[in-house]
């Protein structure tokens, strides 16, 4: 162990790091040896490069910004969704489906403890985020006949709590053996001069790294092998805080399988310039998303010939692949995106501090950024009402309540 500390102590010392054993010695044996392997393992010359992407603001000026072409739901006619449908069924049927949710959070934001798909909506069935979600594949394994698997990544943080949430629950009532946890990964929060953060332990602070990072810690889990063992063909994955999110679309994997494309999305309208969501486009010829957090003001309001806006098809993180993507690009490493966020940390004295406004680095994946990588893919245009009531907010806009009356409308409750 001495040795492993002095090995740990030259590392830290050469990035200008050495505060994060300051509290070492106050640590538990197992949180000892935890906190001497993150350090021997992390890529020290990545977060200083992270470090110096933070002061550079993204810019698009000189791509060329144009819309991504996308088919609308509601604009086929009768016998091309009867088509549709009937391909889609029976890639169902066959049992060549799976879906992902991605449930890495926590429902701070909503005032509640635990992890985001353990927080009950307030519907007089008291029904939480996941046994809502759990709905999509209940009713599809009655339509069907087939158990359709259910991969959940949660994090580090939640991921106990999550299983014990589950298994209180009896699963609700789906097969226990037909749903798998599987945890994402992390990176280190960094403050404004690029030191890495403490928790309230004395370890290191380490934050989920996005969503981005489904692909990879579904390889380094055995998820995808497991998947192709299986017979999967197309994986829809999604994030756990959309209740109207539809997991099993048989029209949605119908066009997609018959206009052959491994790569799709649904999309919604925009529904005003700023909204907090991220827009699809072709940016130097190739697909991809611009996030809220990114785009200039003078794109996000931008207007195209018809008076709408030039890049108006919101990105509601409903997404489907054909497992050779997932293959490929769980192998290959995704950019990252910065976020500035409040974070608690323990100072150099020891003294925990409570932040108040935004002070911490965070870095995250965007699962979007993998279209790119593609030749084409499909964007599919669906209604907001029928297929998007996010819960983010403890108030106002995409807010319980909000998502509440979405839900109610769309199922006459």
Request: hydrophobic share 35%.
């Amino acid at each position: 162990m001495e040795e492993k500390l002095a090995i740990a102590k030259g590392i830290a010392e050469k990035y200008g790091q050495e505060h994060i054993l300051n509290f070492y010695e106050e640590l538990s044996a197992e949180k000892k040896e935890e906190l001497l392997d993150e350090i021997l393992t992390m890529d020290f010359k990545e977060l200083e490069s992270l470090y110096e992407s933070t002061k550079v603001k993204p810019n698009f000026e000189n791509a060329k910004i144009e819309a991504l072409p996308h088919i609308t739901k509601a604009e086929l006619t009768e016998e091309q969704k009867q088509k549709y449908t009937k391909i889609g069924e029976e890639i169902i049927k066959q049992g060549k489906l799976a879906v992902v949710t991605m449930a890495g959070g926590q429902g701070t934001r909503l005032g509640h403890s635990g992890p985001k798909g353990t927080y009950d909506l307030g519907l007089e069935s008291h029904k939480s985020i996941f046994e809502i979600l759990c709905d999509n594949v209940k009713n599809a394994r009655e339509a069907y006949g087939v158990a359709i698997p259910w991969y959940i990544m949660t994090s580090e943080e939640n991921n106990e709590e999550t299983i014990q949430f589950f298994e209180k629950n009896n699963y609700f009532n789906y097969p226990k053996e037909k749903i798998q946890f599987f945890k994402q990964g992390t990176l280190p929060m960094l403050d404004t001069n690029g030191k890495i953060l403490l928790n309230e332990e004395g370890m290191i602070k380490q934050a989920p790294d996005g969503h981005g990072g489904v692909f990879e810690a579904m390889r380094k889990n055995g998820i995808i092998y497991k998947m192709k063992e299986q017979g999967i063909e197309w994986i829809f994955i999604s994030g756990v805080d959309n209740i109207l999110a539809k997991f099993v679309d048989p029209i949605f994997i119908g066009v997609q399988a018959e206009e052959k494309r491994m790569t799709a999305s649904k999309s919604v309208i925009k529904a005003y310039a700023d909204e907090k969501v991220g827009v699809f486009c072709k940016r130097d010829g190739k697909p991809g998303v611009i996030e809220y957090t990114e785009i200039s003001d003078d794109l996000a309001k931008a207007l195209d010939e018809k008076g709408e806006f030039l890049l108006g098809d919101a990105n509601i993180v409903n997404h489907q692949f054909h497992i050779s993507v997932l293959e490929k690009i769980s192998t290959e490493k995704l950019p990252y995106h910065i976020a500035f966020k409040k974070a608690n940390y323990k100072d150099k004295n020891g003294k925990i501090i409570e932040a108040t406004e935004p002070n911490a680095y965070k870095f995250e994946a965007f699962l979007f950024d993998i279209f790119s990588a593609v030749p084409d893919m499909l964007v599919f245009r669906v209604k907001r009402e029928e297929e998007f009531a996010p819960v983010k907010n403890k108030e106002g806009k995409d807010s319980p309540e909000t998502a509440r009356q979405l839900y109610k409308k769309f199922y006459n409750l």
